[in-house]
């Protein structure tokens, strides 16, 4: 009995259903004090929809919650925040219109005189998000901030009351090296200080540097926790996907041909300063780099999402001056974005429309009409192709878990006409299963003579699927990397402009 | 059978009427009003009652259905009341001088033209929707006046063909009648089956990401306004074939019905859903509820009063739906 008062939280049997779907069968998860819990499993395993239910997002069908051994009903979100759970979930919930100072405090703005205090709302929000060891204007508008910004900003919202529990839903997707590493740390103070802490991620190595004990989820169900010390990395994928995995990376035999894709001088107004560089047909490109360092806004500039100040682009020796993304992706460019949900996906509309709206003008007749029977075909070969895990082509992107979502921003690009495809972290938020399955795709699509340019902030990643690495650093590029010199060290070193 | 399996089937049939009666709310309300009206009142039911009360809704749908392509982008159009005025107007002065197929160009191309400047503002200069053609509705009303020194104008004797066919009839239903079925028909197709309709569905759920998949998302927003002024001004006509006049006063509030028929059809003010068969179902349910009333006499001020308690009914049934959807 003293035993079982030690948990701070506990998830007893939880199961629920989304109409048909059963994503979680009687689901259990205890957690103490002073404990981080990683939380691990596929993709749609139901990690997320468990989380949902601690935080009063969804509702449990059955299963009971107890908190210090005492059971509670949370009906909604405001219930578990009184009851001291603060959570970050894996898509954002920031309002992009409002400052960051409006966002930390947006549940009690103005709650006891009626107005709100601007400038201790400032102070205050300031002072937070120096705790957690980071310094962004509390008066910027969240919308003008990068993603891992806007994490940073997720986090001190959820600190900003005073918490027994912590959630954090894949907080590390969005975190280059430094800044995870400055979560980690503020993690284990807070952990000191008592908090039950569950972490969700598919960084398998960082969850078990992290945590002090791991449940995994299969399927719906859970197993027993695992103690960190006492398992690896393999034992751990062998109880995710049921099988253990030889090998994570592709064997990449590169078939590199032309040049495709020249960029020259090229600047921006947000973080560009003249990037020059080439990238030729079948091969892949990283680039590396710290947050903020004009990765995405890179990627943004050649494709024509941003506005160039100056400089060009070239595809195949052909100068383009895109006016339109029209004819961007008309002449062979794709870009997977790196806010799947604001930019990479239609989410209330179903996985075929958001698959099917690079290719229209080829999945239909001349007159316009939609060919309903190829363009089903072709949905699910892809569906099939990139194991996207849904029971029918019809059903909205918003009932996939995270990792699939991203597969479906993906799998649009995986059109024949696509020469030059920028892809801005492709594994964000994806299983070490699928991970794989991912790899496995970009060195397909190299195979087949597309150039590929990838941003990724993990950094093993790139070194293992790219043929040549640039770092960027400040808008600049800093360093090119080919393959026999790659090292995490030099990477790191030139990310940080030494 | 088991008793527990008999159990188990009879909770799936449960599940699956539940499901079909939240699916098909639309339909189901509308039935609803159907059967009740067919009881309140025998006249309901008579041939010149439905003839009439089809006639009337013919122009409220017409601008529904453009108003419904407007709304699935996540816009809004107030304009389309302006629009058929002016519409109306125009092929009223023009009637007496110009060959006829030319004053129906004039009019629709009117309409087009005032719905694309409402969206030339709405997609190229990134205007609200609703101040852009809030804007076009007091520009369009004041050209009808204009353009008919403030009175209503007479249809010249010469556009007799005009008043012929606002009367005609085909197959028992009227020809206005028949216009609002196939423009229906069409852009139900265009929804469900064309390119055109599922990049405005798309751009309604999220254009930001459209616009990085190499869509044009400009033109195609400019378009829906144009074919809502086009399909406004189509409606206007209607009213003076109908009428015999071209009057700058019809259609106001026309706006305000229009939005209510595409919402009570299940449409999302934020875009991204919608279809053209439940527009028009509820089109016709608000055309009931009007009709019944004065059927069985009601005064207009009540009349009012309840027609907004349907319509809060029909969308708080939507609401629960999307709600069950979720869950
Ligand atoms: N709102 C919803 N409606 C319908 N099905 C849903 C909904 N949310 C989740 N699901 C389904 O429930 C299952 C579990 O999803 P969940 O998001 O919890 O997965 P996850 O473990 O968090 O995955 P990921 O690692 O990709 O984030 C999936 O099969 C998913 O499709
Ligand atoms: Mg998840």
């Not at chain 1, 284990?188 to 398998?204: P, T, W």
């Not at chain 1, 062979?332 to 604001?342: A, C, S, Y």
Request: hydrophobic residues 45%.
């Amino acid at each position: 009995m003293d035993k079982f008062k030690n948990y701070c939280v506990e998830l007893l049997n939880i199961s629920k259903s989304f109409g048909g779907t059963r994503a979680l069968k009687k689901v259990t998860l205890k957690v103490k004090s002073e404990e981080i819990h990683a939380l691990v499993g596929e993709n749609g395993a139901g990690k997320s929809t468990l989380m949902k239910i601690l935080s009063g997002a969804h509702q449990k069908d059955s299963g009971r919650i107890l908190l210090h051994g005492r059971e509670v009903s949370i009906k909604n979100p405001h219930q578990s925040k009184a009851l001291g759970i603060g959570i970050i979930y894996q898509e954002f919930s920031l309002v992009p219109a409002l400052s960051v100072a409006e966002n930390i405090y947006l549940h009690d703005l103005g709650r006891e005189s009626g107005y709100i205090q601007w400038r201790e709302l400032r102070m205050k929000s300031k002072a937070l998000i120096q705790k957690i060891g980071f310094d962004i204007n509390p008066g910027e508008k969240i919308h003008r901030l990068s993603i891992a910004e806007q994490q940073i900003v997720e986090i001190a919202k959820a600190l900003c009351q005073p918490l027994k529990v912590l959630i954090l839903d894949e907080p590390s997707a969005v975190l280059g090296p430094k800044e995870t590493e400055k979560l980690f740390q503020i993690l284990r103070e807070l952990k000191k200080e008592g908090l039950a802490i569950i972490y969700i991620s598919h960084h398998l190595d960082e969850v078990l540097r992290l945590s002090d004990n791991i449940t995994v989820l299969k399927d719906g169900l859970s197993s027993e926790a695992l103690p960190s010390g006492k398992t690896n990395k393999d034992d751990i994928i062998q109880r995710m996907l049921g099988r253990s995995m030889k090998q994570m990376y592709p064997q990449r035999t590169p078939k590199i041909g032309r040049e495709v894709l020249k960029v020259k001088e090229l600047s921006s107004k947000n973080r560009v300063h003249k990037v020059s560089f080439s990238v030729k047909s079948g091969e892949i490109v990283g680039l590396s780099g710290l947050v903020g360092s004009g990765r995405t806004e890179t990627l943004r500039a050649i494709f024509g999402a941003d506005k160039k100040s100056s400089g060009h682009v070239f595809l195949q020796d052909k100068k383009i001056s895109f006016s339109s993304l029209r004819k961007a992706v008309k002449s062979g460019l794709g870009l997977v974005p790196e806010d799947r949900k604001q930019q990479g996906v239609l989410l209330n509309l179903s996985i075929k429309n958001n698959i099917s709206l690079t290719s229209l003008d080829e999945l239909s007749h001349r007159s316009g009409f939609i060919k309903a029977a190829e363009e089903k075909e072709n949905t699910k070969a892809l569906i099939q192709k990139l194991s996207i895990k849904t029971k029918h082509e019809n059903l909205k992107v918003e009932a996939l878990s995270g990792g699939n979502q991203q597969k479906v921003a993906l799998a649009k690009w995986l059109t024949p006409h696509v020469k030059v495809l920028l892809i801005d972290e492709p594994t964000r938020g994806v299983d070490i299963g699928a991970k794989t399955e991912i790899y496995q795709l970009l060195n397909e699509m190299a195979q087949t003579g597309v150039a590929l340019l990838i941003v990724s902030s993990e950094i093993a990643e790139l070194m293992e699927i790219c043929d040549r690495i640039l770092v960027m650093y400040e808008g600049k590029i800093q360093a090119a990397f080919e393959q026999k010199d790659f090292s995490e060290e030099n990477l790191l070193r030139k990310a940080m402009g030494q | 059978m088991k008793y527990s399996e008999h159990l188990k089937l009879m909770r799936k049939f449960l599940k699956r009427t539940t499901m079909f009666f939240i699916e098909h709310n639309t339909m189901i309300i509308f039935f609803l009003i159907l059967i009740i009206s067919a009881n309140v009142s025998e006249v309901f039911f008579t041939q010149t009652n439905l003839s009439n009360l089809t006639r009337q809704v013919a122009g409220i749908g017409l601008a529904s259905i453009g108003m419904l392509l407007v709304i699935i982008t996540g816009g809004i159009d107030l304009s389309v009341g302006s629009i058929a005025a002016m519409a109306g107007v125009l092929c009223a002065v023009f009637s007496s001088t110009t060959p006829l197929s030319i004053v129906l160009l004039i009019s629709v191309a009117s309409g087009i033209a005032v719905g694309s400047f409402s969206g030339y503002l709405v997609a190229i200069h990134k205007m609200a929707p609703f101040i852009a053609t809030l804007a076009m509705m007091t520009i369009a009303r004041g050209l009808g006046f204009i353009f008919s020194n403030g009175a209503p104008i007479l249809l010249a004797d010469e556009a007799s063909a005009f008043i012929e066919f606002g009367s005609g009839y085909w197959l028992g239903i009227a020809y206005p009648v028949w216009i609002f079925l196939v423009i229906s028909v069409i852009c139900a197709l265009l929804l469900r089956h064309h390119i055109f309709g599922r990049i405005i569905t798309a751009i309604g759920s999220n254009e930001e990401a459209v616009r990085l998949s190499g869509i044009r998302v400009g033109i195609h927003k400019l378009s829906v306004y144009a074919i809502s002024g086009g399909l406004a001004a189509l409606s206007g006509l209607i009213t003076t074939f109908r009428t015999g006049v071209g009057s700058p006063i019809v259609g106001v509030g026309m706006e305000l019905d229009a939005i209510a028929a595409v919402v009570i059809g299940g449409a999302s003010l934020q875009g991204g859903k919608g279809t053209a068969i439940n527009t028009l179902l509820g089109v016709l349910i608000l055309g009931m509820i009007g009709n019944i009333m004065n059927l069985i006499s009601i005064p207009a001020y009540p009349q009012q009063v309840i027609k907004g308690v349907i319509i809060i009914f029909a969308v708080l049934l939507q609401k629960f739906q999307s709600k069950s959807n979720h869950n």
